[in-house]
Nanobody, 122 residues
Framework: QVQLVESGGGLVQAGGSLRLSCAAS????????MGWFRQAPGKEREFVAG????????YYQDSLKGRFTISRDNAKHTVALQMNSLKPEDTAVYYC???????????????WGQGTQVTVSS
């Protein structure tokens, strides 16, 4: 079993940056691929980015490529999401999740964190 805890959210002005972190417990962390999702008020949850267990492959929502970067540190059991050039429409609760599959949008994710709020002001 994997427990996930996100941190790093907050309030930032448009054009600014934030770095989210997801800390995982459990000795099997390095065997899981990881993903970041977000959910804005009144909208469905959407895939943001994913990274394989080794970190060798990454996947992004097409509209976020170039602004968001996902990375992981298996030694520290963490996954990060670097978000640059933030826009008001990036405002959402951001969640990390783990999967045994390729970390893309439509696969099943087994464990989820509680989320961290990101608010981008205009």
């Amino acid at each position: 079993q994997v427990q996930l805890v996100e941190s790093g959210g907050g309030l930032v002005q448009a054009g600014g940056s934030l770095r989210l972190s997801c800390a995982a417990s459990g000795r099997t962390f390095s065997s899981y691929a990881m993903g970041w999702f977000r959910q804005a008020p009144g909208k469905e949850r959407e895939f943001v980015a994913g990274i394989t267990w080794s970190g060798g492959s990454t996947y992004y929502q097409d509209s976020l490529k170039g602004r968001f970067t996902i990375s992981r540190d298996n030694a520290k059991h963490t996954v990060a999401l670097q978000m640059n050039s933030l826009k008001p429409e990036d405002t959402a609760v951001y969640y990390c999740a783990s999967t045994r599959s390729v970390p893309m949008a439509t696969v099943q994710y087994d464990y989820w964190g509680q989320g961290t709020q990101v608010t981008v002001s205009s």
